[in-house]
């Protein structure tokens, strides 16, 4: 979402400067960058659909200014509209008003808040009602929708359709509607407003339209969602739909948009319909708070005072030892959740590391430790994966989700098996030759039990990268050792894994086993409690690069094991911030005529570019002459470097 600086800090009294704006919204959560040293782009989380607005921003923002957001809004009497609306959705559409307005003339120009809107974010202006109702939106967060009065007939039902239907959009992109959609129809049952998402182009607005309707709506968010997507439209109400609005704020967004209206040309008639079935207490949430258990959560000492300070700031109110969310605030449920709103308050850079003490179990002790068993599978080599819990089809006994993130993948997963078959594939198709991979994940069933924990191990290929194991394969013999000291033999019940069912040309054997964690037949024993001194700034995340990788080749001929120990050894520790992976691809040792063979294989990246060839011969070029250092250690072909 792009917001301008200067129309946030207009609102802000003591007139900050870009720079300090960036720190503060950073502190809050809201990542950011900021184009042309004027706009910041700000990447709002999903559950944060509130901050999708100026007004939304600056309601966080007010937890370290003082802020006026008291906007003009219209405060004359509104007559009642006798609009003849039907809502067959009720359930997904609670509530639902509509504004009839009539102008005496179209402006001309515009007021400068409203200029610079288009202005600073480079926005094409369309007419005077709709360029209204974008501004709304960017200034509320509540989309509305504008219909040329002449052009429905006093008339709009809003319904759910299941068969196919064509639409127009706005911008006269024909679309062909497939499965169940929210939709606005006229008295002839064609669709003029894909709710939600974009409106069409029989009812749209124009540079002549005196006399309009606006609808204000709450929608489901789970009616809207994927829509946009779907149908290739380029939504900013979807995006904000799909994120939840405030279903309590339409009286107040309506009467701004009123004013908007009122600053800029003669309002001759105006009338209110509202269709209003919801439950405001429904959207008003009262959490009780406990002070020491919120420092508990957080590992804070925040005194009691200041923690109602905070929270007041972003709109909690208290009273009676609980606080009162607000409407638009659907993230917050529960006291974890105010503690992280503290925790953004102070920032949590502030919050302090400490020493703490964990349960350590000695060696065959170990039972139900995840821990304990992700650190033998690491050691050995393997990566820990986590796939998605959901997937698309009921294998008889999975159990479906009411309300699905994905429509399309609402059943729990029963087995691990078919996520880290797909684990395998992916990174078979991408050469890598030594694939082991481990999950933790609670799957659940009705059948016989409803949920269990489970680790499952899948490994194929060789056993490491280095030239000792290159011969040496992955078989069940090996995982079964690996895991010797915390679980028995007759506990390992390994699943045949077909490659013919795979469609896979590799030849190498698939070892995968699933272990119930818990109830797996071992024994309990009382963990014995160790203080570990553990210092967390040691660790550093290193996020994944999105920038494209170079491999290089090289092929050295060794005249014994010495030299090729010390070679490998040397090569595996070279320092180069490009360098992130190398293994052996080739391996040979001819015994009779004291001959050694040995193919390295390097992998290089950047972290914020794309690199040249250059960059990589360098590295090279570095690594042949540092090899070539070593006696006895040659490179066939090679003359120079």
Do not use: W
């Not at 939106?137 to 509540?142: P, V």
């Not at 779907?230 to 799909?242: G, I, T, V, W």
């Not at 991408?430 to 659940?444: A, G, H, N, P, V």
């Amino acid at each position: 979402m792009k917001i301008a600086y200067s129309h946030i800090v207009r609102h802000i009294k003591s007139n900050p400067d870009l720079t300090e704006v960036s720190e503060k919204l950073f502190q809050l959560g809201h990542e950011h960058e900021i184009l042309n040293e004027s706009i910041f782009d700000i990447e709002i989380t999903p559950n944060r659909g509130d901050c999708l607005s100026v007004n939304g921003i600056l309601r966080d923002l007010k937890l370290f200014y003082e802020i006026d957001l008291d906007h003009e809004i219209y405060d004359k009497q509104l007559k009642n509209f006798d609009f003849n609306f039907i809502n067959n959705a009720k359930q997904h559409c609670k509530n639902i008003s509509f504004l009839k307005i009539d102008i005496k003339d179209i402006p001309k120009n515009y007021n400068t808040y409203i200029n610079d809107y288009f202005l600073d974010l480079g926005i094409s202006k369309k007419n005077f009602f709709t360029d209204v109702s974008n501004y709304i939106s960017y200034e509320t967060g509540q989309p509305t929708h504008c219909y040329k009065f002449d052009q429905i007939d006093n008339f709009i039902k809003l319904d759910i359709i299941k068969e196919d239907a064509e639409f127009f959009t706005l911008l006269d992109k024909k679309i062909k509607l497939t499965g169940e959609n929210l939709v606005f129809l006229n008295r002839n049952n064609e669709v003029i407003n894909l709710a939600g998402i974009m409106g069409g182009k029989k009812s749209a607005c124009d540079h002549r339209t005196k006399s309009v309707i606006v609808e204000c709506a709450y929608f489901d968010p789970e009616m809207i969602l994927g829509k946009a997507v779907r149908f290739n439209l380029n939504s900013d109400a979807a995006h904000k739909f799909e994120r939840n609005t405030d279903p309590l704020c339409h009286n107040y967004v309506l009467r701004r948009f009123l004013k908007i209206v009122e600053e800029h040309t003669e309002i001759i008639n105006v009338e209110v319909f509202t269709d209003n079935s919801i439950d405001e207490d429904e959207f008003i949430n009262k959490i009780s708070f406990d002070t020491n258990k919120a420092n508990q959560i957080l590992g804070t000492n925040i005194n009691k005072n200041d923690c109602i300070q905070y929270l007041t700031k972003l709109g909690f109110k208290y009273i009676d030892n609980s606080f009162i969310v607000p409407s638009y605030r659907h993230d917050v449920k529960t006291l974890n959740d105010l503690s992280e709103e503290l925790a953004r308050s102070i920032g949590y850079d502030q919050i302090k590391d400490k020493n703490f003490t964990i349960n350590f179990y000695e060696q065959k002790q170990i039972v139900d430790d995840e821990q304990a068993l992700k650190e033998v599978l690491i050691k050995n080599g393997f990566y820990e994966v986590i796939n998605d819990p959901f997937v698309s089809f009921n294998e008889g006994f999975g159990i479906s989700v009411d309300n699905p993130l994905d429509s399309k993948r609402k059943y729990l997963r029963t087995d691990l098996k078919s996520s880290l078959i797909q684990n395998l594939i992916y990174n078979e198709r991408r050469q890598q030759d030594s694939i082991k991979f481990f999950e933790f994940s609670d799957l659940y069933s009705t059948k016989e039990i409803v949920k269990k924990r489970v680790l499952a191990i899948i490994a194929s290929g060789r056993i490491d990268k280095n030239f000792r194991d290159f011969s040496k394969k992955i078989t069940n013999e090996y995982v079964t050792n690996i895991l010797s000291d915390y679980i028995s033999d007759s506990d390992l019940n390994f699943i045949p894994i077909s490659r013919e069912s795979m469609n896979s040309k590799s030849k190498n054997h698939i070892s995968y086993v699933e272990i119930e964690v818990i109830s797996n037949g071992l024994s309990k024993h009382e963990p014995k409690d160790h203080k570990i001194e553990k210092d967390i700034h040691n660790y550093k995340y290193n996020p994944v690069s999105d920038f494209p990788k170079s491999h290089r080749d090289l092929s050295f001929a060794v005249k014994d094991f010495s030299s090729l120990t010390k070679l490998e050894e040397t090569l595996l520790n070279f320092d180069n911030e490009l360098l992130k992976d190398v293994f052996v691809f080739d391996y040979y040792n001819n015994t009779s005529k004291e001959e050694i063979k040995i193919g390295f294989r390097f992998t290089f990246q950047s972290d914020s570019e794309t690199i040249t060839d250059e960059d990589v011969e360098l590295a090279m070029n570095q690594i042949i002459k540092l090899s070539l250092d070593f006696n006895g250690v040659q490179i066939p072909g090679m003359r120079t470097y």
